[in-house]
């Protein structure tokens, strides 16, 4: 990417995003140390609604805990049992090999013009089909189509 297209990237207005955050989530944010963009609360609240009883939830990149303790209080608020399991490598090949049918991938720092890495792999997933997009705010939310089983 050019420098000019760079420098334009990150001048550009910020996309906008549905905030879903809460008391107790500003609460949450002030003593929590971590990074989480708020747009990903309303994918978490999203995909919790939307998950199976009987699926874990799998965080990868839990670095200080500011995610998975917001991932907990949507587990709570809305009355889900899922298992958690987070660690902080961030590994993203073969997770469809383990991700059920139906399941969620979110994937942070994945808002489009970003600087980041992850930035590319949207549209790696989009053209793959294994995957469809259900919500992008503004990183996306992907949820693994039912009749295919690898990424």
């Not at 334009?8 to 906008?16: G, H, I, T, Y």
Request: glycine share 6%.
């Amino acid at each position: 990417m050019s420098i000019y297209k760079r420098i334009m990237n990150k001048l550009a207005a910020p996309p906008k995003t549905i905030n879903t955050q809460d008391e107790f989530i500003n609460w949450l944010f002030f003593a929590n140390a971590g990074m989480l963009h708020r747009g990903n609360l309303y994918c978490f609240d999203y995909a919790i609604k939307n998950i199976p009883a009987d699926t874990s939830v799998v965080e990868i990149g839990s670095f200080c805990g500011l995610s998975t303790n917001a991932i907990t209080y949507y587990l709570a608020k809305n009355s889900k049992n899922n298992k958690i399991i987070t660690c902080d490598n961030w590994v993203f090949e073969n997770a469809g090999k383990f991700l059920e049918n139906g399941g969620f991938i979110l994937l942070d720092d994945s808002v489009d013009n970003s600087v980041f890495e992850c930035a590319r792999l949207p549209k790696k997933i989009i053209k793959g089909r294994k995957y469809e997009v259900v919500v992008k705010n503004p990183n996306y939310l992907f949820k693994k189509n039912s009749v295919i089983h690898n990424l």
